[in-house]
């Protein structure tokens, strides 16, 4: 038996199923998750010292591959001076500066330690300015594990949200509507009927939590719009596709701009960070400017602050995107190759430095009914093959994958190569 297994039934004595973040426990695919002891670019080493191509990057932060040598740099410099102060630093007002800078929606910004705390915050802020109550999301979207947004939608539009998760008040829930994602009819429908008493819209503008389903023609626009039309405040929830679809993140692919953004994940370069920011006007009304409260011991931490701001100008160079996307692409079109060549139906979807793969029938996949749809068992299967081959992918049909700027063209063409092999097998 592996070390991986052992350490596993070891884990599961005074941890919850053995994990702190559920999707790592394998539920999607079955059998041990993998325990690993380091990474380094590219690659992760498991507890029995083998090696993985990885495409999972920490869930998206490892954009400049694991523990590159700038980011680690900072980081121990800066422990050297104090882990956390509490009050004031410098740097971040560096980090803020340089976010407002690069992204043309954000006047000011807020750091947190999270993505959960910064789109539960943007959420409230949104509550807080409009004086309005309800809030619209969409099937397949997630953004963190605050009350109001672990809802699912009753069924049809404009019934009230059910909790989708115990503990979950329902008459928090109630406040929750869950439209059909990339759907402008059911969003303007709604919004004509009750749109005065929406607070905000909130969507992933490149969904990474039902696979890779990038925003069909017209779908932001609409939102902007109603928005707009409404004085509903509209919120991109950019934690998994900020900095990661392209340096300006979907606001900048699209060229919507939302009144609100979220970050996580690549703004942290691996340390635990969150953000949210955007129109002056509206964070203004975050304490101690105006009255909706926020806080975080740790907010700013000056060890996640270095090593975000390190990633962020790295990223920021000249040609990072173009290359990370162009590997990327590689990549889901030697994945497509081995589909085909092994007869499989299989699709794949490509935003930036940001992918996925569904063994489906059908081509063009944009909604979440038709990833539902998808072999399941088929991707299990693969899953464990390439996973036998040295290749580490999300454990789950419903995530999206990610490359770092340190895959090689050799590991992207020895994946392709594994891939290959394991289609021949299912
Ligand atoms: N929003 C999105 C789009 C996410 O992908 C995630 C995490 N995967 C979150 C919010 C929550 O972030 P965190 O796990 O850091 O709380």
Redesign the pocket.
């Known amino acids: 038996m592996s070390q991986s297994h052992d350490l596993f039934a070891a884990a599961q004595k005074h941890i919850p199923g053995g994990v702190n ?1 559920p999707v790592r426990a394998f539920k999607g695919v079955g059998g041990d998750p993998v325990f690993f002891k380091s990474a380094k670019g590219a690659y992760l080493t498991d507890a029995d010292d083998k090696q993985y191509i990885d495409y999972v990057a920490s ?2 932060p490892a954009i400049l591959g694991h523990a590159h040598p700038e980011v680690v740099k900072v980081v121990q410099e800066q422990a050297e001076r104090g882990l956390s102060f509490g009050a004031p630093t410098q740097i971040e007002t560096t980090m803020a500066d340089l976010v407002c800078d690069l992204i043309p929606s954000m006047d000011m910004v807020r750091m947190v330690s ?6 539960m915050t943007a959420i409230r802020l949104a509550r807080g300015y409009t004086g309005r109550d309800k809030i619209v999301k969409f099937e397949g ?5 605050s009350d109001s947004l672990l809802v699912k939608a009753g069924s049809g539009a404009l019934t009230l949200g059910v909790p989708s998760s115990p503990g979950v008040p329902a008459a928090l829930a109630e406040e929750t509507l869950t439209l059909t994602h990339n759907d402008s009819d059911e969003v303007r429908k709604v919004f004509a009927e009750i749109g005065d008493q929406i607070a905000c819209i909130i969507v ?1 503008p490149v969904a ?2 039902m696979n890779c389903i990038p925003p069909e023609d017209g779908f932001l626009q609409t939102l902007r719009e109603v928005c707009d039309e409404s004085g509903a405040v509209l919120i991109f ?5 900020g900095f990661r679809v392209g340096l300006q993140g979907a606001q900048g692919v699209y060229n919507i701009t939302p009144d609100l953004t ?1 970050y ?2 690549v703004i942290g370069g691996g340390m ?1 960070v ?1 953000a949210f920011g955007g129109k002056k006007e509206i964070m203004s009304h975050i304490a101690p400017l105006g009255p909706v409260y926020q806080a975080g011991t740790l907010s700013g931490n000056p060890l996640a602050m270095a090593a975000g701001l390190t990633t962020l100008k790295l990223i920021s160079e000249d040609g990072f995107f173009d290359n990370l996307s162009a590997k990327t692409t590689k990549l889901v079109e030697g994945l497509q190759a081995a589909a085909d060549d092994a007869k499989i139906p299989f699709t794949t979807n490509q935003v930036g430095g940001m992918f996925g793969f569904f063994f489906s029938e059908e081509k063009n996949i944009s909604r979440f009914a038709q990833v539902a749809k998808g072999d399941m068992e088929r991707f299990k299967k693969f899953y464990h093959g390439m996973l036998d081959e040295g290749v580490y992918l999300a454990p789950s049909a419903f995530e999206a994958g990610f490359v770092s700027s340190q895959h090689t063209d050799e590991d992207i063409e020895n994946t392709i190569a594994a891939a290959r092999k394991v289609m021949a097998t299912l």
């Not at 999270?114 to 789109?119: D, L, P, V, Y």
């Not at 979207?141 to 594990?145: A, D, E, M, V």
């Open positions: 973040s869930w998206g999270s993505g959960t705390e910064a789109t979207c997630y953004h963190g594990h992933e990474g939590n929830d950019e934690v998994m596709c979220t996580g994940k635990p969150g």
